[in-house]
C-alpha cells in the first residue's frame, strides 16, 4: 500500500519561511508527478505548485511564485516545498499528492492518485 507521508509544518510568522518534506513508502513504481496542494479553512483545496520526474522548473500557483520552491530529494519518490516570504494567505493544511500516470494535468487535483495526509502551516504574529 502506497503512503505520502508530510512533514515539517508549523507556525511561523509573516515573511519567515518553512520547508516541507514528502516521502512515499511501499511504491515499486517511480512517480511521475509530484505535487503539493493545501487547502484553507472554509475554502476549496487549490494546487500549489507540482514537478515532473522527467525534470524542469515546476508548476506553481501564481499567489506562490517567486515565494515557493518545489524540488525532487535523492531518495526515490520523495518532494521537498521550500517556502519563504510567507504571508498570513498561506495558512493553510498543506498535503502531497502523487501520480504515476505520465502527461496528467498537474494543477488538478482529480488527476491525483496518491495523497498524504496532510501537514498544517500557520503563519501568525
Known amino acids: 500500500q502506497v503512503q505520502l507521508v508530510e512533514s515539517g509544518g508549523g507556525l511561523v510568522q509573516p515573511g519567515g519561511s518553512l520547508r516541507l518534506s514528502c516521502a512515499a513508502s511501499?511504491?515499486?513504481?517511480?512517480?511521475?508527478?509530484m505535487g503539493w496542494f493545501r487547502q484553507a479553512p472554509g475554502k476549496e483545496r487549490e494546487f500549489v505548485a507540482a514537478?515532473?520526474?522527467?525534470?524542469?522548473?515546476?508548476d506553481y500557483a501564481d499567489s506562490v511564485q517567486g515565494r515557493f520552491t518545489i524540488s525532487t530529494g535523492n531518495a526515490k519518490n520523495s518532494v521537498y516545498l521550500q517556502m519563504n516570504m510567507l504571508e498570513t494567505e498561506d495558512t493553510a493544511v498543506y498535503y502531497c499528492?502523487?501520480?504515476?500516470?505520465?502527461?496528467?494535468?498537474?494543477?488538478?487535483?482529480?488527476?491525483?492518485?496518491?495523497w498524504g495526509q496532510g501537514t498544517q502551516v500557520t503563519v501568525s504574529s
Open positions: 499528492a502523487a501520480s504515476i500516470v505520465r502527461g496528467i494535468q498537474m494543477r488538478d487535483a482529480r488527476e491525483y492518485r496518491y
Open positions: 511501499g511504491s515499486i513504481f517511480s512517480f511521475d508527478v
Open positions: 514537478t515532473r520526474r522527467s525534470g524542469g522548473s515546476g
